[in-house]
């Protein structure tokens, strides 16, 4: 599975973008697709999950009523829309994707056997 991350950028506090992960390889079955973030000096944090084929979703606490993800299945891709964004949302933002997740392990980064190379998300006050 190969897994390409893009839309990240520059963006104002208030604004909006939209991460986008390609998945190419291994896309049948049973896939979750994982966005986490990683700011500098800090740990990488699960922000959203979903569940490529059924569609189940899982976020984390400060990104509800904010972020949505989503995929399109036909493209093979899932989409974070980022909007309100905040400055401490600025970060490098990764997606990830594993074929053998339980739901409790969704939000472990370290749990995902497949890592995109990351877009970097910065939000100006």
């Known amino acids: 599975v190969q897994l390409q991350a893009s839309g990240g950028g520059p963006v104002q506090a208030g604004g909006s973008l939209r991460l986008s992960c390609a998945i190419s390889g291994r896309t049948f079955g049973r896939i979750i697709v994982g966005w986490f973030r990683q700011a500098p000096g800090k740990e990488r944090e699960f922000v959203s999950a979903?569940?490529?084929?059924?569609?189940?979703?899982d976020y984390a606490n400060f990104v509800k009523g904010r972020f949505t993800i989503s995929r399109n299945t036909a493209k093979n891709t899932v989409y974070l829309q980022m909007n309100s964004l905040k400055p401490e949302d600025t970060a490098v933002y990764y997606c990830?994707?594993?074929?053998?997740?339980?739901?409790?392990?969704?939000?472990?980064?370290?749990?995902?056997?497949?890592w995109g190379q990351g877009t970097q998300v910065t939000v100006s006050s």
């Open positions: 990830a994707a594993d074929g053998t997740l339980i739901r409790s392990s969704w939000t472990m980064s370290t749990q995902y056997d497949y």
């Open positions: 979903i569940n490529l084929s059924g569609g189940t979703t």
